[in-house]
């Protein structure tokens, strides 16, 4: 069961393995997506359709459990579906119902573990397998696998490392599981942090913040949805940033703009941007841009 790219490479991996038969994939229905609202398949089931998977896309779990009734599966995997299993389900498979969730649990249980890792300054994260019961992420843990966040990664570039990694740890973990040789452990609930669905408005920059705060934050947001600001009231995306020293002015305002970049106050230290793009133009570096904006020490950014 999957339905966004995180869960892919769990897929291929699990129909590589010869001892693995992959009887059917569940994902969510097609949805409306663009302008004209016109149905898009999920990540998933392009994916199993290209390995001739069969595909099965209920769209309520709870009110389709007999079709899993009769494939009577072994075990169930699920990767990024986007839906709770009801009990009746979790009750299903003979050797229960596996998760592969993107994050080291207890810490970001929910939605978006990959980007608050990454929003929180967080040196490490990982993936872990997980015994599903009918909580948000609060199954036992059966493995876990860590990797550091460099500074290099934003949330794409992470995610597509814990993707492999997550697909990886369960070939591992299953034949374990499965001979009942990994003993699950409870999580502590009293450790627990919530990773909540991120929204497009979190994207807009609060220039009192730290500089690191807005790098972070930058890092977390890449590709969707970015980080922006306003310039003379029209959105601004800021594409590129690192952090560098205080500039010695209010938060939001511009010192140096130069081919170097545009640097910016911040509430602690500042900000330089290298690639930034208006509303409705193109991706532009700093150089260019300022060939067509010039940006006068002083201006007010927000």
């Not at 703009?257 to 690639?275: E, H, K, N, Y």
């Not at 300022?290 to 020490?297: I, M, R, S, V």
Request: net charge negative.
């Amino acid at each position: 069961m999957g339905t966004a790219d995180f869960a892919c490479p769990t897929l291929v991996a699990l129909n590589d393995t010869p001892c693995i038969e992959v009887v059917t994939v569940v994902t969510q229905p097609d949805r409306p997506k663009g302008r004209q609202l016109i149905p898009h398949p999920s990540p998933i089931k392009l994916e199993a359709e290209s390995h001739h998977l069969r595909v099965h896309q209920p769209e309520r779990l709870s009110n389709d459990i007999s079709f899993l009734e009769q494939l009577a599966p072994d075990l169930i995997v699920v990767a990024a579906y986007g839906q709770i299993l009801p009990q009746a389900i979790l009750n299903l498979p003979l050797h229960g119902c596996l998760n592969v969730h993107g994050s080291l649990l207890p810490a970001y249980r929910g939605a978006a573990p990959i980007q608050h890792a990454i929003l929180d300054g967080q040196a490490g994260t990982g993936v872990t397998i997980m015994q599903m019961d009918a909580g948000l992420d609060t199954g036992a843990i059966i493995s876990k696998a860590a990797t550091p966040i460099e500074p290099t990664d934003n949330a794409q570039i992470l995610h597509d490392r814990l993707a492999k990694l997550g697909a990886e740890l369960l070939l591992e973990t299953i034949p374990l599981h499965i001979a009942g040789k990994i003993a699950a452990t409870p999580q502590d609930d009293t450790l627990a942090t919530h990773a909540a669905k991120i929204t497009r408005d979190m994207g807009s920059i609060d220039w009192s913040q730290p500089a690191m705060q807005l790098w972070n934050r930058s890092r977390a947001f890449t590709p969707w949805p970015g980080v922006f600001t306003r310039l003379n009231g029209k959105l601004l995306k800021l594409l590129e940033i690192k952090t560098t020293e205080a500039i010695g002015l209010e938060p939001g305002r511009i010192g140096q703009a130069d081919a170097d970049g545009i640097v910016v106050s911040c509430g602690i230290g500042a900000i330089r941007v290298t690639q930034l793009q208006k509303e409705g133009a193109k991706r532009l570096a700093a150089a260019e841009f300022l060939a067509g904006t010039p940006l006068p020490a002083g201006t007010q950014l927000g």
